[in-house]
């Protein structure tokens, strides 16, 4: 066998669509719709926002896993998921069974996005008695993140943390993906403890990013962190403003490009154009 010491090359950019389920967008129906169209064009995936409540003039939201249900049936090659779910205001039980049923709907095409989550926006923590305070989520997020990695594993869950307990249960059927549904998580460039978590799953979704120098920071960064195995998949996703050239980016180190509305500047006509424009 003669060894090559080629580096292997870079995967090439994925495009998907970013939806926020707003409004014009709180259809279900309309959405999946999107998603074939957007599949027939050639996107490689359709991703979206996971929230119960927004600031005006947002008046009507969709359920963001329903919607997803909807996009799996009517779709049959792209990648679909949350984008992102806060984790702390979720059950890790019930997700794991969601998670699991949602990829195996979808053929094994679901992403998991998470994060923290923010009150600044929609007050949907505030106005719902949820944890507000940064540090707590961020370890509900952590021992959530075990459960799930556990739930997928098909063998017996036994968890007992500061948040969650789950005293020897299995989560049968697993999801198609092995070892597990593929984790992207969210944070603000430069602060560590969201990069050093996204190091241990399989990719980062940097929150407004300014520029593809700043983007090419953060890919080394994480290629540090993730020095132990840094051959294995892992992907960073950058979402962009429609019109914005992706190709620097690439250069600098995506592996995804997400493209949507303004949530308060929805048009369902203008997407469609997106949509027929194509993928990068």
Do not use: C
Not at 52 to 73: F, K, N, S
Not at 110 to 132: I, K, Y
Not at 175 to 197: E, H, I, S, T, Y
Not at 205 to 227: C, K, S, T, W, Y
Request: hydrophobic share 45%; proline share 9%; glycine share 8%.
């Amino acid at each position: 066998m003669i060894e090559s010491n080629v580096a292997p090359a870079r995967p090439a950019l994925r495009s998907g669509l970013f939806l926020p389920l707003f409004d014009e967008l709180a259809d279900p129906v309309l959405v999946a719709r999107l998603a074939a169209e957007a599949e027939e064009a050639g996107w490689h995936g359709v991703f979206v926002w996971d929230h119960v409540h927004w600031r005006e003039p947002v008046t009507e939201l969709a359920d963001a896993w329903i919607t997803l249900a909807a996009i799996a049936t009517s779709t049959e090659r792209i990648r679909l998921g949350p984008m992102v779910t806060p984790l702390a205001r979720r059950r890790p039980v019930k997700l794991a069974r969601e998670t699991a049923t949602l990829d195996r709907l979808s053929g094994g095409r679901l992403n998991l996005g998470v994060g923290l989550g923010s009150d600044r926006f929609g007050n949907e923590f505030s106005l719902t008695g949820e944890e507000l305070d940064d540090r707590r989520r961020a370890g509900m997020l952590d021992e959530s993140l075990e459960i799930l990695a556990a739930a997928w594993s098909g063998e017996t869950v036994r968890h007992r943390g500061e948040h969650y307990v789950v005293d020897g249960m299995r989560f049968l059927p697993r999801p198609v993906q092995r070892p597990g549904v593929p984790v992207w998580v969210a944070g603000f460039p430069g602060k560590p403890k969201p990069m050093r978590r996204a190091a241990r799953y399989q990719g980062f979704v940097p929150i407004n990013v300014e520029n593809p120098d700043q983007l090419a920071e953060i890919v080394a960064d994480l290629a540090r962190l993730r020095g132990h195995d840094p051959e294995s998949p892992f992907d960073v996703v950058v979402d962009l403003p429609p019109g914005t050239d992706p190709a620097p980016y690439a250069k600098a180190g995506a592996t995804w490009w997400l493209v949507g509305p303004a949530w308060d500047a929805i048009s369902v006509d203008q997407l469609r154009g997106v949509i027929q424009d194509g993928p990068a």
